[in-house]
């Protein structure tokens, strides 16, 4: 009689000519490691209630509120979404999901790492990866730069994997369990109504000592400051998260006006 870690089966990888003793261990103790959690999986199922009141729970948080969320520049554009931090936390609150990123192979003579990001759902059977490469570049203010200090290829593939991990595991995880936590992340970020006006003036002067005004805090959420509500600081919120962690500039969050030919030219005639 086989025994349920009997019936699993692992698919055969390739394996180098000769290995050494402790790369021996750890790939039978990965492989038993993955038999073992498949098989708690199936003993311990998750409880959706639990998962939900946990998840309920963290998202009131305001620390995970305050990270919850990334903003960035792309093709002109601000792209903004849920950021791994929230992803990691709801996978905790889920269970039964493992997720992680390797590095596969480096090759700095051509400048690239190889990467694999995965999420999988132990229970359902569910799995989510991708295998991708990531350039040992950056892009600066004055271009595409080469990276070849170690720490700061280790930062940027770090980085870079971080982002596919994210999508992994939003991936595995219910749609309704993750708009529901972003709702709620966002309630959270807004607080009770009677706190909210401070909340907003307070964001505007922190705004400001940037060099920000509300004139160009109204333009870029298309809302007149008197009609803001919990959204709107929601927006702020995130927005000044990003800035301070260096993931947007302020000239990318809000460009400086541009004067074209026309407005050279219809100036002299205004003064006069």
Known sequence: MTNAIDRITTPHLPTPGHLGQATAIEQSRAVAEVQAAVVAAKQMPRDVDRAFADMRRSCAQPTLAGRAFFSFPRSGETVSGPSIHLARELARCWGNIQYGVAELRRDDAAGISEMQAFAWDVETNTRSAAIF????????????????????????????????????????????????????????????????????????????????????????????????????????????????????????????????????????????
Not at 168 to 196: H, K, M, S, Y
Not at 243 to 265: M, S
């Open 133 to 272: 490469i990531v350039p040992h570049r950056k892009d600066t203010k004055r271009g595409v730069k080469d990276i070849t200090d170690l720490r700061d290829v280790y930062e940027n593939n770090a980085n870079q994997g971080a982002r596919r991990v994210r999508e992994a595991i939003f991936a595995v995880l219910p749609q309704w369990f993750t708009e529901e936590a972003q709702n709620l992340c966002r309630a959270t970020l807004a607080g009770p109504a009677p706190d909210l006006g401070k909340k907003i003036d307070a964001a505007v002067q922190a705004y400001s000592k940037r060099g920000i005004t509300a004139g160009q805090l109204e333009e870029k959420l298309g809302v007149r400051r008197a009609d803001w509500g919990g959204e709107e600081f929601a927006q702020l919120d995130i927005l000044f998260g990003s800035l301070r962690r260096g993931e947007i500039t302020q000239d990318e969050a809000f460009p400086p006006a541009r004067v074209t030919a026309a407005d050279v030219t219809a100036a002299p005639a205004e003064a006069a």
